[in-house]
């Protein structure tokens, strides 16, 4: 699947029309078209495109089947990933060492 059909797959999937992505993002309706049908969005486009759509930028290249089946994670961990994504990087670091921290905890419990 190339990155056109991608787009449309995830637009299709959250009912957001081209439209609608131009208002929610800022980006003119034109430039939206272009990103549909002939050029790759730049890294910004992306990110903005994967804010709207509630998705990592990882998500914008590869359906949540073809992550799990490559990198081997479990779903809950894709709905970790996700959920990290979605905050400022100060958060995003204080909450991997909180996770780490409650892993670590877990993981002295258990061995006992």
């Given amino acids: 699947m190339d990155y056109t059909e991608r787009m449309k797959q995830l637009l299709d999937e959250k009912g957001i029309t081209q439209g609608k992505l131009a208002k929610l993002t800022g980006v003119k309706q034109q430039t939206i078209s272009t990103w549909m049908t002939k050029r790759y969005p730049?890294?910004?486009?992306?990110?903005?495109?994967?804010?709207?759509?509630?998705i990592g930028v990882f998500e914008f290249?590869?359906?949540?089947?073809?992550?799990?089946?490559?990198?081997?994670?479990?779903?809950?961990?894709?709905?970790?990933?996700?959920?990290?994504?979605?905050?400022?990087?100060?958060?995003?670091?204080r909450a991997i060492d909180l996770i780490n921290q409650q892993l670590s905890l877990f993981l002295e419990k258990v061995s006992k």
Wanted: glycine residues 10%; contains cysteine; aromatic residues 4%.
């Fill in 42 to 54: 730049n890294l910004k486009g992306i990110e903005k495109i994967c804010g709207v759509l509630g």
């Fill in 61 to 93: 290249f590869m359906d949540k089947d073809a992550i799990l089946k490559v990198y081997g994670v479990t779903p809950e961990s894709l709905d970790i990933a996700r959920g990290l994504d979605s905050l400022t990087p100060e958060l995003k670091e």
